[in-house]
């Protein structure tokens, strides 16, 4: 005899158990949406991009729309505490941007100028000598100016996931670990109904968030979306034990190469965007010709490195949810409007869960956002020709 599959049911099923698809959930229960159910292939929550995240949170962007949403986040960040029970380890230790050209310059000062409209006032422009007061243990050649912003800083991911899934446990959201969806079945109109599982499950929705982070795509062909949403290795250095640098250095970036550092529990973090690999696309692999790089890099940045030496055992490698424009990809999909989209962050996806989240809430429960227009964000603009245009250096 068959065994009938196991069905379960709900007014909304996040797939994706990652902090963003965890702050969805939980914004949806606090806006009382019915039943939420997130599913994850993982064993629990966080074992994705998440768990692989540095941890870094600014509000200085060159667009309107990210500068919005890093101060939504902000205020959410502020209140954490006090909703989940749960430090989300917000520290404003401030992002020094360093510019080693003119035009490097001219595109932190055309970005403050824009950070200041949206009310970011404590953004400022640095000329050389005040980035070395700001961090006097850069090396003091060939540097133009700079931008530093107080509250940006660091963030621990794995505090915020925790806070969002135990609020949202709390107020009834169910998490099912190790399912991975293999379908969906949808109505002659195109709405999704049932979502298939590779165990044989059957979950009924009412609506599904697509919150898959860097395996978006996928599961959005289920419904025969094209989500241009890829996966992109960024690679991560941690040097031995380190007292050469204060635990308080603002997190430093230089923007002609993007190679940037910060101090966590003691030791150094490195940074080093290089090109996406050949190969498999999800692989999370780190290489050591990148790591022997990097360390020859690091004190021709900072003096006071030379000689510190790279732990390889403990440098890793995650992946970012890239979309065409770098931007991330908010609402109901082209032809499938109970199937919500919330991907393609960037490599910003961890600071933006709060703000995304509370605004995904709101499409769902009110049809539209209240809290920020995120027009610029609809899944449609892809398709339409209209990408969000900004500096490719912030």
């Given at each position: 005899?068959?065994?009938?599959p196991f069905?379960?049911?709900?007014?909304?099923?996040?797939?994706?158990a990652g902090?963003?698809?965890?702050s969805?959930?939980y914004?949806?229960?606090?806006r009382?949406?019915?039943s939420?159910?997130?599913?994850d292939?993982?064993?629990s929550?966080?074992?994705?991009?998440?768990?692989?995240?540095?941890g870094?949170?600014?509000?200085?962007y060159?667009?309107?729309?990210?500068?919005?949403l890093?101060?939504v986040?902000?205020?959410?960040?502020?209140?954490?505490?006090?909703?989940?029970?749960v430090?989300?380890?917000?520290?404003?230790?401030?992002?020094?941007?360093?510019?080693?050209?003119s035009?490097?310059?001219?595109?932190?000062?055309?970005a403050?100028?824009?950070?200041?409209?949206?009310?970011l006032?404590?953004?400022?422009?640095?000329?050389?000598?005040?980035?070395?007061?700001?961090?006097?243990?850069?090396?003091?050649?060939?540097?133009?100016?700079?931008a530093f912003?107080q509250t940006?800083?660091?963030i621990?991911?794995?505090?915020?996931?925790?806070?969002?899934?135990?609020?949202?446990?709390?107020?009834?959201v169910?998490?099912?670990?190790?399912?991975?969806?293999?379908?969906?079945?949808?109505?002659?109109d195109g709405k999704?109904h049932?979502l298939?599982a590779?165990?044989?499950?059957?979950?009924?929705?009412?609506?599904v968030?697509?919150?898959?982070?860097?395996?978006?795509?996928?599961?959005?062909?289920?419904a025969?979306?094209?989500?241009?949403v890829v996966?992109?290795?960024?690679?991560v250095?941690?040097?031995?034990?380190?007292n050469?640098?204060?635990?308080?250095?603002?997190?430093t970036?230089?923007?002609?190469?993007?190679?940037?550092l910060?101090?966590?529990?003691?030791r150094?973090?490195?940074?080093?965007?290089?090109?996406?690999?050949?190969?498999?696309?999800f692989?999370?692999?780190?290489?050591?010709?990148?790591l022997?790089?990097i360390?020859?890099?690091?004190?021709?940045r900072?003096p006071?490195?030379?000689?510190?030496?790279?732990?390889s055992?403990?440098?890793?490698?995650?992946?970012?949810?890239?979309?065409?424009?770098?931007?991330?990809?908010?609402?109901p999909?082209?032809?499938?409007?109970?199937?919500?989209?919330?991907?393609?962050?960037?490599?910003?996806?961890?600071?933006h869960?709060?703000?995304l989240?509370k605004?995904?809430?709101?499409?769902?429960?009110?049809?539209?956002t209240?809290?920020?227009d995120?027009?610029?964000?609809r899944?449609s603009r892809?398709?339409?020709?209209d990408?969000?245009e900004?500096?490719?250096?912030?």
């Amino acid at each position: 005899m068959i065994e009938p599959p196991f069905v379960e049911r709900a007014d909304v099923v996040v797939i994706g158990a990652g902090v963003i698809g965890a702050s969805v959930a939980y914004h949806l229960a606090r806006r009382r949406a019915g039943s939420i159910l997130v599913v994850d292939r993982e064993a629990s929550p966080g074992l994705g991009s998440t768990g692989r995240a540095t941890g870094g949170y600014r509000a200085q962007y060159s667009t309107e729309i990210n500068i919005r949403l890093s101060l939504v986040a902000r205020e959410a960040l502020r209140r954490f505490s006090d909703e989940t029970g749960v430090d989300p380890g917000y520290r404003p230790v401030g992002y020094l941007w360093i510019a080693t050209t003119s035009e490097e310059f001219d595109d932190l000062a055309r970005a403050n100028a824009l950070q200041k409209t949206c009310g970011l006032d404590e953004a400022i422009l640095l000329n050389s000598k005040e980035v070395h007061e700001k961090n006097p243990f850069v090396h003091r050649r060939t540097i133009v100016g700079g931008a530093f912003c107080q509250t940006d800083g660091f963030i621990r991911p794995l505090d915020i996931l925790r806070g969002y899934v135990e609020a949202a446990k709390r107020l009834g959201v169910k998490f099912l670990p190790d399912v991975t969806i293999a379908g969906f079945d949808r109505s002659v109109d195109g709405k999704i109904h049932t979502l298939l599982a590779h165990d044989g499950r059957v979950i009924q929705a009412n609506a599904v968030v697509d919150a898959g982070g860097a395996w978006a795509q996928s599961i959005a062909k289920f419904a025969d979306v094209d989500l241009p949403v890829v996966p992109l290795r960024r690679q991560v250095a941690l040097t031995e034990p380190c007292n050469r640098l204060p635990d308080d250095m603002p997190l430093t970036i230089f923007m002609n190469d993007g190679f940037h550092l910060r101090v966590r529990d003691g030791r150094v973090m490195l940074l080093w965007p290089t090109p996406g690999r050949t190969g498999d696309p999800f692989c999370t692999d780190v290489d050591p010709d990148w790591l022997e790089r990097i360390a020859e890099i690091a004190p021709e940045r900072i003096p006071c490195l030379a000689g510190v030496r790279i732990d390889s055992a403990r440098s890793w490698a995650g992946l970012y949810e890239m979309s065409p424009d770098k931007h991330a990809i908010l609402g109901p999909a082209p032809g499938c409007q109970n199937l919500y989209l919330v991907n393609g962050s960037s490599g910003h996806g961890v600071m933006h869960a709060p703000a995304l989240g509370k605004l995904l809430a709101e499409m769902i429960v009110d049809g539209k956002t209240s809290t920020l227009d995120t027009s610029a964000l609809r899944p449609s603009r892809f398709v339409e020709g209209d990408l969000i245009e900004a500096s490719d250096r912030l």
